[in-house]
């Protein structure tokens, strides 16, 4: 079936469509899932965040496998209703899944399309739009999901859509027509003030006029009962002109309040003609609208990075919601980060507001506190929008705050202004980066409609920012001879992407950057400048620390301050990461210019110094070490994060994985053999074939050019034990050897016997179990002497398969039980894991079954609390045939699948193992 066909449904039933037909997908945790990843289309949605949604944060301990089993589920419905080489599908990305699929195909995203599409537009065209995206409701929403998955968003959106659709119907003089929907609507929600006032101008227009009051009334009565307050000034007001009969036709009535009374200011500027990919910004700022309508006021502030796309948002939303306003609008640019204009001072923003208020110039104080203090007489029962674009600080912004009850200001600016939170309970919004179907709509409304995956990998090199965006937009509309693949190219080039962007003093991404940077204090843009000379994608207060020669206190106050600029984002708790390409390529230039080559190289060493040290720590808390180099000595424990515990350990290499194999591709290769060693040790604990693989072709590329034999020789016992680990044990052999011949060489003893347990295990892999029995018990006698535990816990888990090749199984459980006690003595979860699990193959082997049922499932308890993702679905695979043999057929199936999914999300695509007794006891 063709793609075209599908659609994905959460607005009623949850469901998968194709050609118009319901796909069978499961019962209501897989809808559940399905909704989850609909809702966040093409974003990560956490494995934890589905767990605690679907179970209502009270999940069972097989939480993480049975969704696992539902991700594979729908990823086998999506399989069913698409050609093979289909584009949508359920990814597995860290930490958790993402569905890959156009915006479109979700009815959620056309209802909020669509609502915005109708904004601005005559009656006629907002009714058919309204109606369009009405319809897409069949009920409540997310009906046939589990309970604890709520979106109240969807109701939102479905008021919004109604009230939008009933405005634009009485605005066309169709008031007969709305009112049943209408009074159903209130009497199910009779505090729904924009419904209840639809329905009295229907009502009202119709010669109803008594019941229209009625409805009133009865809203009154509900709100004293329930809530202690009466209606909002707004439906009293509405109320007060049905009693006096001064209401006009909704048609007048929309053009009267479109325009602002005699002599009010309208100072907005112009806006861009179309808004993409702001509907939940634009809501949140109708939320902030709506708080002001209750007589309390409000301030909302607008922050986010440079050319982010705030004042376009903020201007945008101000025009629509000028009506509002009867009293006008006011704006005032204050140039807080402009390149080329000081800040507009309060005092001069005062005396552009109070003219445009009326007062004549001569009239205008002189005197500050006599400028703050006329405007706000003028302001103090007034109705007015003040808008404030591009505010420096909080200083700057608070006298020029309206004081009336009735009144709004909304504020933009590229720091957060966390003293308004303080001073007037300003609430704030932080903008992103837009998603990358509106990113290539930016694109398309200003050069045309062209290739989509060109358009988007455009849209990627601008790092979805709206500036950037709009900059690529307008080249290619300025320039015909220029072609999309022809900026795709020179965008491509990291070194020269800023200056692409470069389209005059007012549209330049590198002038906007700079105009943050310069309003840094001094030792914070010093701290930016070290930064870009850092390798990876994101850095610690540890590590700047090193770096800049501060305290951690003092690097963790700096980091905190480029983000409240909006320079970096704290991605979570002590990692901070530039907020998007484009600012990583900014800082790189700051760095570049700031140090030369030499002092480049040594605050990279000094970073290369600083990982290779945390990370041998990180390692000896995981496992013990096979590797026997010590670098934890280079950086002092009070310079290191803290790594107490297993988990710290893992969250340590998994948050700074990405950083780790920048290193290896930049530090000398001296540095990125034994880096890629150290490493080694994470990824036999949590085993990626695709990223273990890439750090051993790295780590080996490194030893080669650093001419190091040692390095060569763990670099070939890791491509081994990676071989041995995912069952490919063809090349294992002759790579161990190979190792065996360089420990030879060099006396490297340590290296020998690693070489040595590798080898025997590719024997017994390829069925040579005699001659690697023959080899492993001098092996395992040497290891106890020496005392080498380490390498005594795995020539013994190899020693175990090796006698049971020979179905010598007694003798085979007690080499392994004999591995497993020094796993549980050294905390060595992910071997204690492996040799769980080889002992209920053993006892499986030997028809054990209650036993070798009881080693699984410990094992299986194991590797779900540490993660260990492919042990789970080997032991899995253990435990179906363990299952099955005793005659638990559908307990076999159940298990054999959740072994397929975590298989595949170890694995890279079309590679997933299926041999039940892989041998992975690590290096």
Known sequence: MAEADLRFRVLGPVQLVAGGQPVPIGGPGVRGLLAMLALEANRIVALDRIIDALWDHDPPATARTIVHGNVSALRRSLRSVQNPDGEIRIDTAAPGYRLVVSPERIDVYRARRLLEAARGRPPGERVELLAEASALWEGPSLVGVPDGLRAPELADLRLAVRGELMDAQLALGKHTEVI?????????????????????????????????????????????????????????????????????????????RAA???????????????????????????????????????????????GIGKSALVVSWAHRVSPRFPDGVLFAALRGFSPEDEPLTPDAALAQFLRGLGVTPAEIPGPAEERIALYRSLLAERTVLVVLDDARDADQVRPLLPPGSRSMAVVTSRSRLDGLAVSHVAKARVLGTLPSHDAVQVIEELSGPGDYDLNRALANLCGHLPLALRVAGARLAASPQWTVSDLVGELANERTRLAGFDFGTETSVRAAFDASYRELAPAVAATARVLGTVVGESISPQLTALLAGLTSTEARRHLRALAAHHLLTETSKDVFAPHDDLVRLYLRELGEVAFGEQERAELLSRTATYYLAVADRARRRLRPVTFPADFTALVSEQDVP??????????????????????????????????????????????????????????????????????????????????????????????AEEALAIARRTGDESLWRTAEIHACSALIMTRNADEALMRLRPLVDATVQKGELALQVRARTALAYGERYRANYDEAIDQQLASLRIDREFGDDAHAAVSLDNLAGLHLAARRYPEAERYAREAIGVSVSRGFVLREGVTRATLARILRAVGDSAGAREQFTLSVELRERANTPGQVTTRPEPLSGGS
């Open 642 to 735: 803290p790594l107490d515990s297993v988990d710290a350990a893992l969250d340590w290499f998994a948050t700074n994985w990405p950083n780790l194999m920048a290193m290896l591709e930049s530090v000398p290769p001296e540095y990125a053999w034994q880096l890629a060693a150290v490493m080694h040790d994470y990824r036999v604990v949590r085993p990626l074939r695709g990223e273990w693989r890439k750090l051993v072709e790295l780590g080996m590329k490194a030893a080669v050019a650093a001419g190091s034999e040692t390095g060569r020789g763990r670099m070939l016992v890791a491509r081994c034990a990676l071989a041995l680990t995912f069952e490919r044990p063809e090349g294992s052999l002759p790579d």
């Open 260 to 306: 602002p009374r005699a002599g009010a200011p309208a100072q907005l500027p112009s806006t861009v003609p179309v808004l993409v990919g702001r509907t939940a910004d634009l809501g949140w700022l109708d939320e902030q609208l709506a708080r002001s309508g209750e007589g309390g006021g409000a301030v909302a502030v607008v922050t986010g990075t440079a």
């Open 180 to 256: 049943t929907e209408l009074s159903q609507v209130v009497r199910d929600d009779p505090l729904a003030e924009r419904s209840v006032g639809q329905l009295m101008r229907a009502l009202y227009f119709t010669g109803r006029r008594a019941d229209a009051l009625q409805a009133y009334r009865r809203t009154a009565r509900f709100a004293v009962e329930t809530l202690g307050i009466g209606p909002g000034p707004e439906l009293h007001d509405l109320h007060d002109r049905i009693l006096n009969d001064e209401l006009v036709p909704s048609t007048e009535l929309s053009t009267r």
